[in-house]
């Protein structure tokens, strides 16, 4: 499976994560890819590119929420966004916190791509916004003073 349909899939668990949460988002993703996908998740999709994701969603939904909130304008709640476009947010900063190999520019632009695939019309914009903000803080924490 192409990481592309690996981001896809994993971004619809996500969301029916929201719905379902007494399913693990694992068993959801294995739900979702065969009723859904061409291709079924492999052995080595689940070791490269779901488990560390899979694990850090888990873990840290209320954290990576946290950054997003962080980010919003000072007159926005996270509570006033698409779910959808939380779960696009959520797998990207999971991708740039715990897959370092894969490039800002590509997480980002598959995120903008997703969004503009299933999301508003406005999502796009503001999900590229968040992304890029999130990174500049990343590099401002990460630069020594």
Same mark, same amino acid.
């Given at each position: 499976?192409?990481?592309?349909?690996?981001?896809?899939?994993?971004?619809?668990?996500?969301?029916?994560?929201?719905? +379902?949460? =007494?399913?693990?988002?694992? #068993?959801?993703?294995?739900? /979702? $890819?065969?009723?859904?996908? !061409?291709?079924?998740?492999? &052995?080595?999709?689940?070791?490269?590119?779901?488990?560390?994701?899979?694990? +850090?969603? =888990?873990?840290?939904?209320? #954290?990576?929420?946290?950054? /997003? $909130?962080?980010?919003?304008? !000072?007159?926005?709640?996270? &509570?006033?966004?698409?779910?959808?476009?939380?779960?696009?947010?959520?797998?990207?900063?999971?991708?740039?916190?715990?897959?370092?190999?894969?490039?800002?520019?590509?997480?980002?632009?598959?995120?903008?791509?997703?969004?503009?695939?299933?999301?508003?019309?406005?999502?796009?914009?503001?999900?590229?916004?968040?992304?890029?903000?999130?990174?500049?803080?990343?590099?401002?924490?990460?630069?020594?003073?």
């Amino acid at each position: 499976m192409k990481r592309k349909e690996q981001r896809d899939l994993l971004i619809k668990s996500v969301f029916a994560h929201f719905f +379902q949460k =007494d399913l693990s988002l694992n #068993s959801i993703i294995v739900n /979702i $890819s065969q009723s859904f996908s !061409k291709e079924k998740v492999t &052995e080595i999709d689940q070791k490269k590119y779901f488990a560390p994701l899979v694990t +850090q969603l =888990d873990h840290n939904e209320l #954290s990576f929420q946290a950054i /997003i $909130s962080k980010h919003l304008k !000072k007159t926005w709640k996270i &509570e006033r966004l698409p779910l959808l476009d939380i779960a696009i947010l959520e797998v990207a900063i999971a991708e740039i916190n715990y897959l370092p190999e894969i490039p800002f520019d590509v997480t980002v632009n598959e995120a903008v791509d997703l969004t503009k695939k299933y999301s508003t019309e406005k999502s796009p914009s503001f999900v590229n916004g968040i992304l890029v903000s999130i990174n500049r803080d990343l590099k401002e924490s990460n630069t020594p003073s």
